[in-house]
């Protein structure tokens, strides 16, 4: 699926534009890949709801992450139709009664988005979580404002974590698997998530790393281990790490939280950089009261980001996706 599928027209989007939308919108990424949303078209208007049975109740009893991976889908999806010339005037949280409601999309032709929004677009096909050691971020210095610009209108902040902070943070990850070792409902959670080939949902084997890589990162969740590899063995990681953070902790920051960090995660692919997202510090309290003192600004950490070079262009085969059919559905009027 990619943005030329995407045909531009006037009044409402058709079937075939809505459906290529919605393609790319899924391609989000999302916790353990859950993939824990669902889409309704009425003929007018486009749904999003968050689906609750795909919550973590051991990393993610509150549902932020649901939430924060629900965003990313929104973002996601207003930049594919924004690809299209369709303007997405959007209400988050339309309905107080249904909470899992999180936003509600209407249409109208928008003839000239912004120059990076076709580019961002493009980039959701080849964006991917990158858990290998990478090197220092390529055009940094002319990055990191586009970055901030972008979820600025979210009302997240994002702070780029000092280098002097990195043992500290590696400390942090690894107190946070510590806690969580013998938490038998967690690692339960994990294992069903993680490590499985030739499921439609989760995280595959090929997207996990070996103990020998992981250790050369040292920042990031620990997810079951696969058979020993040595990739990019020469690189000790010097990817750069920025925290968003937000004013609040309620759902509709939760929402904006993901549409930012699928604003940067894009941004970032488009520039020929890798990244990966990480939540596992802030889901124990003590790793999110580190990550707050180690940025200059009060704020509440949502999520953190490695930023980095991968040695190599080879992308990996994307990670699967549920079928259409089980996230979207449509009521033609």
Not at 56 to 73: K, N, T, W
Not at 134 to 162: C, F, N, Q, T, Y
Not at 236 to 251: E, I, K, M, N, Y
Request: charged share 20%; proline share 9%; net charge negative.
């Amino acid at each position: 699926m990619t943005t030329r599928d995407i045909p531009v027209v006037s009044g409402l989007p058709d079937h075939s534009t809505i459906e290529a939308a919605m393609g790319l919108a899924c391609r989000a990424p999302s916790v353990h890949n859950t993939q824990p949303w669902h889409w309704d078209f009425d003929g007018a208007r486009l749904h999003l709801y968050s689906d609750p049975d795909r919550q973590l109740p051991s990393a993610d009893p509150r549902g932020r992450q649901l939430v924060i991976s629900c965003g990313a889908a929104l973002h996601h999806a207003r930049t594919a139709f924004a690809a299209g010339n369709w303007h997405t005037d959007t209400v988050r949280l339309p309905d107080p009664a249904r909470p899992e409601h999180l936003a509600t999309i209407e249409f109208r032709p928008w003839l000239d988005p912004p120059p990076g929004v076709r580019t961002r677009a493009a980039a959701i096909d080849h964006r991917y979580t990158d858990r290998l050691p990478m090197l220092e971020p390529v055009g940094w210095s002319d990055l990191l404002p586009a970055l901030r610009k972008l979820v600025s209108p979210h009302e997240i902040e994002l702070a780029v974590l000092d280098e002097s902070a990195r043992s500290r943070l590696a400390m942090a990850s690894e107190k946070s698997a510590a806690l969580r070792r013998y938490d038998m409902l967690y690692q339960s959670e994990l294992h069903w998530w993680a490590g499985h080939a030739e499921m439609a949902e989760g995280v595959p084997p090929t997207s996990l790393v070996s103990d020998a890589e992981f250790a050369r990162v040292g920042i990031g969740r620990r997810f079951p281990s696969v058979p020993h590899s040595m990739r990019r063995d020469d690189i000790q990681d010097r990817a750069r790490v920025v925290l968003l953070s937000s004013t609040g902790d309620s759902t509709q920051e939760w929402l904006h939280t993901g549409e930012a960090l699928s604003a940067v995660l894009l941004e970032c692919t488009a520039a020929g950089l890798s990244t990966c997202a990480l939540t596992h510090v802030i889901e124990v309290q003590s790793g999110r009261q580190l990550l707050a003192n180690l940025v200059p600004r009060d704020g509440l950490p949502q999520v953190l980001v490695r930023i980095g070079s991968a040695p190599s262009h080879d992308e990996p085969a994307p990670t699967p996706r549920r079928p259409m059919t089980d996230v979207f559905t449509e009521h033609w009027q």
